[in-house]
């Protein structure tokens, strides 16, 4: 009985020990950021990440632009999903997408980065025409 109950606090504290020891990712290691290139009444999106570190980083993201008519309040949602892995001191672009922009839109565009407890790790957020609303 004594030899279980000694194997149980080994293991309990190799279990605590590894928990509290795993690494986090912050925003200074692996950021998040919005690119646009505009072209006539378009904005062309690209969602990039870029890892500061001198090792491996995965992540998951979601970008997403909501473009708003500040007239008629009509509103639309595109996101786009995905997991990607970073070498170290590695940029590349996740998603592009484009939308376009009239000066009664307001467009605000999020990249969001999220590790393995989907907790977010690094944003970037973008708005357009912001100053325009009623």
Do not use: C, H, W
């Not at 293991?11 to 646009?36: C, G, H, P, R």
């Not at 980083?57 to 639309?76: E, F, P, Q």
Request: no cysteine; glycine share 2%; aromatic share 10%.
């Amino acid at each position: 009985m004594q030899f279980i109950k000694k194997i149980l606090i080994i293991s309990l504290f190799l279990f605590f020990t590894n928990f509290y020891s795993q690494e986090s990712t912050t925003q200074d290691e692996v950021k998040a950021k919005i690119e646009i290139e505009r072209i006539e009444n378009n904005i062309k999106i690209f969602g990039t990440a870029e890892n500061f570190t001198e090792i491996t980083k995965s992540a998951s993201y979601k970008l997403s632009v909501i473009r708003k008519n500040i007239l008629d309040g009509n509103t639309s949602n595109n996101a786009q999903e995905g997991i990607f892995t970073l070498k170290p001191n590695e940029k590349i672009k996740l998603s592009t997408t484009q939308v376009n922009i009239t000066a009664d839109d307001e467009v605000i565009v999020m990249l969001i980065f999220y590790n393995e407890q989907k907790q977010i790790i690094s944003k970037e957020r973008l708005v357009f025409n912001s100053e325009k609303k009623k």
